[in-house]
Every structure is written in structure tokens, then in C-alpha cells.
């Protein structure tokens, strides 16, 4: 809009003609005739109209061109968010499809189990899926943060004996990332063993308890007292997990362990986020970077979680006539995890990251109806409205962190 005003014709280019008229009459000594002053007149107008005729054709022009290259994005940042929330959803039911028995269908077809869901599968699993995306991470973060090895390579020289007092506090960042990444490890082995035992929505939905325990824990480290909208929420998200836990479920294992792994995979998540924040806002680290090291701190623990022995019926236990089914399996979660970040990643960019959350809270209803579709999955009408409550309540939270419209225009 700028350079726009700044190439249309100024007062300063239309006054000149004038002079130049005048000026032969001027020499001459005798007075403008009244003819020539009708020409005069005439031509300025001319002039004038030549000169504001394309500022008025052009100026609407660019002004509708602006408003659908706007409305544009933000289409396409609600269509990538959209897919990353389906990419999740998906995710979720590929879990449950790997741990699923023989005597159920998925979509009508029947299946077999692939894998039991002990610990020392479940690390297996987050292995195999890591290591489909850490490497494809490692190509992608150059093209989404062009510096990325620059800021690996100053975190990692924090770590020197002869560390200067600003790289100290580069060495705080790289701690707090990679603890940040152990809890995302916890969360995810916890959500693996609770998707195992119980459905898939009830799994999921209990999970969703990290909003409000992101909630508690920024009103007891930040000092973000909650308003009424999301005190309203907290209190809908509780009613929520109550009428999900005290409902009985059709075809679930253990109610008990899975639920109880479901909520603490939450509260994991939760401190995950916390920690992600600090990073991001107060330590000022890309989001990029620090994707890659939390990936690669879950990598490197899944690994050793692996070659530790565990006790009883918890190790590793495999069908070697699975074994490809389950490389294929953990190669499509690995695809869907990257590809959900990517899609997040972008569709972030476009639409911003409260509009974002607001979508991404429709995960729980979401998998609810995958894998009642895709697994025959169901739940009883008491926990379909507590579902309901769980989503409602996180998409509000997330409501109450999006800016309000006054705020863009100043």
C-alpha cells in the first residue's frame, strides 16, 4: 500500500504544465488571451483527469487483490490444520490397530494382532517410528529454519569447559530441551500402554486432561490466573473424565491401568508443553530446533529402553512371521507423525496458533469416530457426551488465548 502511494503523481509534477503554458505569453509582454486560457484550461483538466483516472481504477484493484490473497491463506492455513488434526486422529487408530486381536475387523476385514502391548514392544514400536523420523527430520529442518545448524552447534559448544557466561545460559536451554523431550518420551509410552488396554476415544480423551494441568501449572510457575471462560472449561473437562471413567466399556482389558496411563500420559504432556514454552518464549529457541532434539532425545531413550531387561511378561516379545507387518506399521506411524507436524508446522504459520489449538482440540471426537469406523470401536451415550464435554472444554481453553479483535488493530 505503501509503495503504491508513493509512485502516484504528486501536487509537485502537475503544477509545472501550467507555468510551461504561461510562460510564452509571459516573455512576450503581452497578457494571456482569453482563448489561450481556455485552452489552458481545458488541458489541465486533461491532464488532470489522465492523472487521477488510473489512481482510482487501480487502487480498488489492489485493495480486493490484498483481501483474497488474505482470505486465501487463512483458507489454506484452516484446510492444513485441519489435515494435521485427521493425521493425528489417524495415528491414534494405527496404535490401536497394531495391539488390535484377531476376533475384531477393521472395516469389515479381519485382522490379527501384530504386537502385544508390553513395554518392551511398545519401545520397540517408538524406535522403529523414530527412526523413520529423525532422519527425514534432519533433511527437512534446513528448508523450514535455514539456521538450524548454527543453533545446534552453539547449544552443543555450551557444553565446553571454557563456556563464556552467555553460552551458560545456552547450556541452560539445551537441558531444558532435552528434558522437555524425556517427558514427551514418558507421555508417549504411557499413551502406547493406554491405548493397549482400553478403546481408543476413551484412551484419548483421558488424555486430554493436559490443557488443564498446562492451566494449573502456568497460574503456579507464570502467575496466569485463569478467567471465567476458562475456569468454565476446566470445570467442563473434569465433568468430562468423570462421565468417561464412570461408565463402564465393552471389550476393554484393564479399565484400571488404562485409565490411570491415560491421565498420567496427560500430566507428562502437560509439563511437556510447559517446558516448550520456556524454551520457545523466555529462552527464544526455534520451534524447529527444538523438534529435532526432542525427537532425538526419544530416539536415544527408546533405544536404551530396549536392551534393558525387564522383568516377567513386560520385555520384548515378537512374532517372527510379523516382523515385516511390524516394520511396515511403525514406517506408517512414523509417516503419519511426520507428516502431522508438518501440516501443524505450516498450517501454524497461516492461521496463527490459538485458531490452530481451537482446531487441533477436535482430536478426541475425531478418534472417536475413526476407529468407530475403522476398528468397530464403540462407546456407551455417557461417554460419547463426555467426549463431547472434553472437546468442548479444550477448544475453549484454547479460545481464551486467542487474541481478542481489538488487539490487531492497534
Same mark, same amino acid.
Given at each position: +500500500?505503501?509503495?503504491?502511494?508513493?509512485?502516484?503523481?504528486? &501536487?509537485?509534477?502537475?503544477?509545472?504544465?501550467?507555468?510551461?503554458?504561461?510562460? #510564452?505569453? %509571459?516573455?512576450?509582454?503581452?497578457? *494571456?488571451?482569453?482563448?489561450?486560457?481556455?485552452?489552458?484550461?481545458?488541458?489541465?483538466?486533461?491532464?488532470?483527469?489522465?492523472?487521477?483516472?488510473?489512481?482510482?481504477?487501480?487502487? #480498488?484493484?489492489?485493495?480486493?487483490? =490484498?483481501?483474497?490473497?488474505?482470505?486465501?491463506?487463512?483458507?489454506?492455513?484452516?484446510?492444513?490444520?485441519?489435515?494435521?488434526?485427521?493425521?493425528?486422529?489417524?495415528?491414534?487408530?494405527?496404535?490401536?490397530?497394531?495391539?488390535?486381536?484377531?476376533?475384531?475387523?477393521?472395516?469389515?476385514?479381519?485382522?490379527?494382532?501384530?504386537?502385544?502391548?508390553?513395554?518392551?514392544?511398545?519401545?520397540?514400536?517408538?524406535? !522403529?517410528?523414530?527412526?523413520?523420523?529423525?532422519?527425514?527430520?534432519?533433511?527437512?529442518?534446513?528448508?523450514?529454519?535455514?539456521?538450524?545448524?548454527?543453533?545446534?552447534?552453539?547449544?552443543?559448544?555450551?557444553? =565446553?569447559?571454557?563456556?563464556? #557466561?552467555?553460552?551458560?545460559?545456552?547450556?541452560?536451554?539445551?537441558? %531444558?530441551?532435552?528434558?522437555?523431550?524425556?517427558?514427551?518420551?514418558?507421555?508417549?509410552? /504411557?499413551?502406547?500402554?493406554?491405548?493397549?488396554?482400553?478403546?481408543?476415544?476413551?484412551?484419548?480423551? !483421558?488424555?486430554?486432561?493436559?490443557?488443564? !494441568?498446562?492451566?494449573?501449572?502456568?497460574?503456579? &510457575?507464570?502467575?496466569?490466573?485463569?478467567?471465567?471462560?476458562?475456569?468454565?472449561?476446566?470445570?467442563?473437562?473434569?465433568?468430562?473424565?468423570?462421565?468417561?471413567?464412570?461408565?463402564?466399556?465393552?471389550?476393554?482389558?484393564?479399565?484400571?491401568?488404562?485409565?490411570?496411563?491415560?491421565?498420567?500420559?496427560?500430566?507428562?504432556?502437560?509439563?511437556?508443553?510447559?517446558?516448550?514454552?520456556?524454551?520457545?518464549?523466555?529462552?527464544? /529457541?526455534?520451534?524447529?530446533?527444538?523438534?529435532?532434539?526432542?525427537?532425538?532425545? +526419544?530416539?536415544?531413550?527408546?533405544?536404551?529402553?530396549?536392551?534393558? *531387561?525387564?522383568?516377567?511378561?513386560?520385555?520384548?516379545?515378537?512374532?517372527?512371521?510379523?516382523?515385516?507387518?511390524?516394520?511396515?506399521?511403525?514406517?506408517? &506411524?512414523?509417516?503419519?507423525? /511426520?507428516?502431522?507436524?508438518?501440516?501443524?508446522?505450516?498450517?501454524?504459520?497461516?492461521?496463527?496458533?490459538?485458531?490452530?489449538?481451537?482446531?487441533?482440540?477436535?482430536?478426541?471426537?475425531?478418534?472417536?469416530?475413526?476407529?468407530?469406523?475403522?476398528?468397530?470401536?464403540?462407546?456407551? +451415550?455417557?461417554?460419547?457426551?463426555?467426549?463431547?464435554?472434553?472437546?468442548?472444554?479444550?477448544?475453549?481453553?484454547?479460545?481464551?488465548?486467542? #487474541?481478542?479483535?481489538?488487539? *490487531?488493530?492497534?
Amino acid at each position: +500500500m505503501t509503495s503504491n502511494v508513493l509512485t502516484a503523481p504528486s &501536487l509537485g509534477e502537475t503544477t509545472p504544465e501550467p507555468r510551461s503554458v504561461l510562460t #510564452p505569453n %509571459l516573455s512576450t509582454g503581452r497578457p *494571456p488571451s482569453p482563448k489561450l486560457r481556455r485552452e489552458t484550461t481545458s488541458k489541465q483538466k486533461t491532464t488532470n483527469n489522465t492523472q487521477t483516472t488510473p489512481k482510482q481504477q487501480t487502487t #480498488p484493484r489492489q485493495q480486493r487483490s =490484498r483481501t483474497s490473497a488474505n482470505w486465501s491463506e487463512l483458507q489454506i492455513g484452516f484446510f492444513l490444520i485441519a489435515l494435521s488434526t485427521v493425521v493425528s486422529s489417524l495415528y491414534n487408530v494405527a496404535i490401536k490397530a497394531i495391539f488390535y486381536t484377531a476376533s475384531n475387523s477393521l472395516g469389515g476385514l479381519s485382522t490379527q494382532q501384530l504386537i502385544l502391548p508390553t513395554l518392551g514392544n511398545i519401545f520397540l514400536i517408538l524406535m !522403529l517410528r523414530l527412526l523413520v523420523v529423525v532422519p527425514l527430520m534432519l533433511l527437512l529442518s534446513p528448508i523450514l529454519h535455514p539456521p538450524i545448524w548454527e543453533d545446534l552447534e552453539n547449544l552443543f559448544a555450551s557444553l =565446553r569447559a571454557n563456556a563464556t #557466561p552467555s553460552q551458560k545460559k545456552t547450556k541452560q536451554v539445551l537441558f %531444558l530441551s532435552v528434558i522437555s523431550g524425556c517427558f514427551l518420551f514418558l507421555s508417549q509410552v /504411557l499413551i502406547y500402554v493406554a491405548i493397549g488396554e482400553v478403546t481408543t476415544g476413551m484412551a484419548i480423551a !483421558l488424555f486430554f486432561i493436559y490443557p488443564v !494441568l498446562s492451566v494449573f501449572l502456568s497460574w503456579f &510457575l507464570f502467575r496466569e490466573r485463569p478467567n471465567f471462560l476458562a475456569t468454565g472449561a476446566i470445570a467442563a473437562i473434569f465433568c468430562g473424565e468423570l462421565l468417561i471413567l464412570g461408565s463402564e466399556s465393552v471389550g476393554v482389558k484393564n479399565t484400571s491401568l488404562g485409565s490411570t496411563t491415560a491421565l498420567m500420559s496427560g500430566l507428562a504432556f502437560a509439563i511437556y508443553v510447559i517446558l516448550t514454552r520456556v524454551c520457545a518464549t523466555k529462552l527464544k /529457541l526455534h520451534p524447529v530446533s527444538l523438534t529435532l532434539i526432542n525427537f532425538t532425545t +526419544m530416539l536415544l531413550l527408546s533405544f536404551l529402553c530396549l536392551i534393558i *531387561p525387564l522383568p516377567g511378561n513386560s520385555g520384548l516379545v515378537i512374532n517372527a512371521s510379523n516382523a515385516l507387518e511390524l516394520v511396515l506399521s511403525a514406517f506408517i &506411524l512414523g509417516v503419519l507423525t /511426520l507428516c502431522g507436524y508438518l501440516f501443524n508446522n505450516f498450517g501454524i504459520r497461516k492461521l496463527g496458533a490459538p485458531l490452530s489449538s481451537i482446531i487441533g482440540a477436535t482430536v478426541p471426537i475425531l478418534t472417536v469416530i475413526f476407529a468407530g469406523l475403522m476398528l468397530q470401536e464403540s462407546l456407551n +451415550m455417557i461417554q460419547i457426551i463426555g467426549v463431547l464435554f472434553v472437546t468442548v472444554g479444550a477448544a475453549s481453553i484454547s479460545w481464551k488465548k486467542t #487474541p481478542q479483535p481489538s488487539q *490487531p488493530s492497534k
